[in-house]
């Protein structure tokens, strides 16, 4: 018998063969070997059984009446196709051209008759070995293949995580950092504005009956987010109570535009159960500034001049944008 994994599960023979003594003789030869064994009398019954019930091996009989062991293998390959069990070629025809019409109908193996039954046993356990080997293969690399797939999905988990602010779920300032050099260096090549919004919040009032001032910031950053307009415009949470918009490609006008359209969503916020107006919850102001980037300045100092807009916004009580150009 095979090894001890295969004998806790006994392979299943299925022996074609039209002459029914030698079935059954086979038959007992392979029960004896620990196998469980099916039968049929031809290559078509042969047929019929494997569509119903995959064996894990076949011993096939070459010459018989109808449809012969070549035809049957043939049409065994055709039908199950890389399901097919390995075949084992039984027949009188001890000559070459037999033996390879056998393995070019798609037979693993052959014995002759009068039957060895020690070479049957030994070919059927190496035969039915190989095949336990594959399939523990397949299965390995197949659970290779999903640890993979989610060791891959967990990285990309790690990395969504490492580049989102954990309350406002938009882009942390490590990721905006690294979104901002890489689109500063993309537009030097091309000579292609780039425009940076930054906003600041004073959370003037934060009913702790209705919400507490998290719950704004993560309103806050909805908003942003539904301003932004196009996919490549980047917001980001820029600080405790700041928030950044990166527009490459963006000249000033068109970011003056986003900037206004900010204003307006931010006067209009609707703090849902509350009955205090918005400028008695909180204040707000926007520095801008834009760009053609180059070699003569950084990205650092387009941060610089957006922050020195941002402070000019603040010196007055009110809303309110500033616009400040490249020093």
């Known amino acids: ?6 004998q806790s599960h006994p392979p299943l023979v299925l022996v074609v063969d039209d002459e029914r003594a030698l079935r059954l003789v086979v038959h007992r030869a392979m029960e004896k070997e620990g196998y469980r064994v099916i039968q049929a009398h031809d290559g078509q019954h042969c047929l019929d059984i494997c569509q119903q019930q995959v064996p894990d091996l076949i011993l096939l009989d070459a010459m018989m009446p109808g449809l012969d062991g ?14 097919c069990p390995p075949i084992l070629m039984i027949t009188a025809l001890d000559d070459q051209e037999s033996v390879d019409r056998a393995f070019e109908a798609g037979a693993t193996d ?11 046993s030994q070919r059927t356990n190496r035969l039915l070995t190989s095949r336990w080997a594959i399939a523990e293969l397949q299965k390995k690399i197949q659970r290779e293949c999903m640890l993979t797939a989610q060791v891959e999905a967990a990285n990309r988990e790690l990395q969504r995580l490492a580049s989102v602010d954990s309350l406002t779920q938009i882009a942390n300032r490590y990721y905006f950092d690294e979104y ?8 030097q090549k091309y000579q292609l504005s780039l425009s940076l919004i930054l906003v600041d919040v004073n959370l003037i009032k934060a009913d702790d009956e209705y919400s507490s001032p998290d719950q704004y910031l993560c309103q806050i950053a909805d908003i942003l987010s539904k301003c932004k307009q196009r996919g490549s415009n980047l917001v980001a949470r820029f600080g405790e109570t700041q928030f950044a918009m990166i527009l490459p490609n963006t000249q000033a006008e068109a970011a003056l535009q986003i900037a206004d359209a900010i204003f307006s969503a931010l006067k209009a916020i609707n703090i849902a159960d509350n009955d205090s107006k918005t400028d008695e919850l909180f204040s707000f102001s926007l520095g801008l500034t834009s760009v ?3 070699s003569v300045i950084s990205a650092n100092q387009l941060i610089s001049t957006a922050e020195k807009a941002l402070s000019q916004a603040k010196l007055v009580p009110s809303n309110r944008i500033v616009f400040l150009t490249q020093d």
């Open 70 to 83: 070549f035809s049957c293998c043939h049409q065994m390959q055709a039908l199950l196709n890389e399901n």
């Open 180 to 187: 901002l050099q890489r689109e500063w260096n993309r537009l």
């Open 1 to 6: 018998m095979i090894n001890q994994d295969l």
């Open 110 to 120: 052959y014995i002759t008759k009068p039957i060895d039954w020690s070479v049957l």
């Open 292 to 294: 053609i980037p180059s």
